[in-house]
Nanobody, 125 residues
């Protein structure tokens, strides 16, 4: 069972950039589809971005398109989410998730079996 640890969250001003990372212990990412979700206070957890296990397909929420990029590293033990042009509405706890390998990237939380504990991202106006 993989263990996922997020890092890189913090406080950033609107318009700024932040990169958060998810490190997986217990093996490489190439046996799992990977995704980022986020949850703001009082709101449901929502899909942000994801990639399939071969990093051939990526999927982004409409709110993330053009601003966020999900990238795995070369040794396939870390998945990063590069976030640019951040907005106050991006403020949330961001969670890394791993799911069964599929060609299609699943955008619902029930498509993922393993979760990290989350990292807080706060965007000030």
């Amino acid at each position: 069972q993989p263990r996922l640890i997020e890092s890189g969250g913090g406080l950033v001003q609107a318009g700024g950039s932040l990169r958060i990372s998810c490190e997986k212990s217990g093996g490489a990412f190439d046996t799992y589809n990977m995704a980022w979700f986020r949850q703001a206070p009082g709101r449901e957890r929502e899909f942000v971005a994801g990639t399939n296990w071969k990093q051939q397909n990526t999927e982004y929420a409409d709110s993330a398109k053009g601003r966020f990029t999900v990238v795995g590293d070369n040794v396939k033990t870390r998945v990063n989410l590069q976030m640019n042009s951040l907005k106050p509405e991006d403020t949330a706890v961001y969670y890394c998730a791993a799911g069964v390998p599929q060609v299609q990237v699943r955008i619902h939380a029930d498509g993922y079996d393993h979760w990290g504990r989350g990292t807080q991202v706060t965007v000030s106006s």
